[in-house]
């Protein structure tokens, strides 16, 4: 009898739950329908009509907001992901750049510095978000001071990509950069705010 006891309380190994397979099916969907969808927000802010500011023939868009929301809003990983995917549909000869432009050639333009740095941006930016948000609730401040970074990056990325191109020496270059500085502090200062409320709305989606 107490034999029998002994093997009816014995716990028995469960079952993997049959739901858990779908689940990372619904997580693979979810994040690339992010990372599309991103992809296609940066190419949006690039369709706006550009202000000629720098003297290297570079205007400024909303180009680079999209790409810092990206990082900030999606993390490193998935917000790589959205601008690589940008970059390839524009090098597969989509009009996605500033000024309706696509193709292999822009990317040894005079905007090529800036070019080649958007997934690396995206990614310090998101990188940077996840590690000063941690477990708290991601604040204005702390994706703003995590974009700065990456903010830096992009200009100097773009610096050497002028001087390269247009074949002038670094004071020039920086001097046809400076004229950007304002119009980027205040996009960053927007996604500060924008990727706060969204990460307020969904606590997960930093960390997904």
Not at 29 to 43: E, G, K, P
């Amino acid at each position: 009898m107490a034999e029998a006891t002994r093997s009816t309380t014995q716990p028995t190994t469960a079952p993997a739950p049959a739901g858990a397979p779908a689940g990372r099916r619904r997580s693979s969907t979810t994040d690339l329908a992010l990372v599309a969808a991103f992809a296609a927000l940066i190419a949006a802010c690039a369709a706006v009509v550009g202000i000629p500011v720098g003297g290297g023939g570079v205007d400024i868009t909303l180009q680079t907001f999209g790409v810092i929301l990206a990082g900030c809003v999606l993390g490193p990983v998935r917000g790589f992901l959205a601008v690589a995917l940008y970059l390839v549909l524009g090098a597969a000869g989509l009009p996605v750049f500033a000024g309706h432009t696509g193709g292999i050639g822009v990317f040894t333009g005079i905007t090529a510095g800036y070019l080649w740095s958007f997934p690396v941006i995206a990614f310090v930016a998101g990188l940077l978000v996840r590690y000063a948000a941690g477990s708290r609730r991601t604040s204005a401040l702390v994706v703003f001071l995590a974009a700065v970074p990456a903010m830096v990056v992009n200009h100097l990325a773009g610096v050497a990509g002028m001087k390269l191109v247009a074949h002038v020496s670094w004071p020039t270059a920086f001097g046809w950069d400076a004229p950007f500085w304002l119009g980027d502090t205040v996009k960053i200062l927007v996604v500060a705010l924008v990727a706060a409320e969204v990460h307020r709305a969904f606590p997960r989606l930093l960390r997904g």
